[in-house]
């Protein structure tokens, strides 16, 4: 079974423009994150897959691979999809070109994933981890996921779910980290798949999935992600390397 990283990489971003291409301790965010995949040896190959010349000329240049996306997209999903198209690979892991401190060891449990469903029942698979601060439930930026008893995903929201009419039952809230390893097939069904109202509503590409009825298995883990989002966090990561 074939199994390739890929890291989708925007230039433009709401929240903190270019920031990508920031210098983390001597090198760019997205080259830090580059060499991070391809030091956890999980991987046959690892992509950054972008629509712009300057990430793209940045992995290239370093000896890194980069795919140039043809088209705009809406989603990381759809430009994964598009980059790996036309390549002989099994399963695809998306990596957040924003997170430079990869863990190895949540990575190679949603890779494990597909190599124990004999049955071939899993779409992809993602991770969560449970959150208790009641800030961080609410938080809409945090997004919550719910499954069935066998550990497949029933919804993400960005509201609370599920919502705690009564306290005492022992409900557990797990927030959703988007990495994700996805069966090269069902990537290419979603890449031809309408967006629908949920996807729309929530702006939570991983709803058109359940939408069209595809298994999201999701994996439990201690280990959070360390995400670049501001810049304040850009400076925490300076400190981190520092």
Do not use: W
Request: with cysteine; glycine share 6%.
């Amino acid at each position: 079974m074939k199994v390739i990283a890929v890291i989708p990489a925007r230039y433009a971003s709401t929240r903190f423009p270019a920031k990508l291409m920031q210098d983390l301790c001597g090198k760019t965010v997205i080259q830090r994150t580059y060499e991070a995949a391809i030091n956890t040896n999980l991987f046959s190959d690892v992509f950054v897959v972008t629509d712009s010349v300057l990430i793209y000329d940045e992995i290239i240049n370093n000896g890194g691979k980069a795919i140039m996306s043809i088209k705009e997209h809406e989603s990381g999903s759809d430009r994964i999809a598009e980059a790996v198209e036309n390549l002989n690979v099994d399963i695809v892991v998306n990596v957040q070109g924003d997170e430079p401190f990869i863990n190895a060891e949540p990575l190679a449990k949603v890779i494990d994933v597909f190599f124990n469903d004999f049955e071939q029942k899993v779409d992809l698979a993602s991770l969560m981890f449970e959150i208790t601060d009641e800030e961080e439930i609410n938080n809409p930026n945090n997004v919550k996921v719910v499954t069935d008893q066998n550990g497949f995903a029933l919804y993400f929201s960005r509201s609370v779910i599920p919502y705690p009419r009564e306290k005492n039952v022992g409900v557990r809230y797990m927030k959703h980290i988007g990495i994700y390893a996805f069966r090269k097939q069902a990537l290419l069904d979603f890449y031809h798949l309408p967006m629908k109202s949920l996807e729309a509503s929530e702006k939570l590409e991983q709803l058109r999935y359940l939408e069209f009825g595809k298994r999201i298995k999701m994996v439990g883990t201690n280990q959070g992600s360390i995400g670049i989002d501001t810049p304040e966090d850009l400076e925490k990561a300076r400190q981190l390397l520092g």
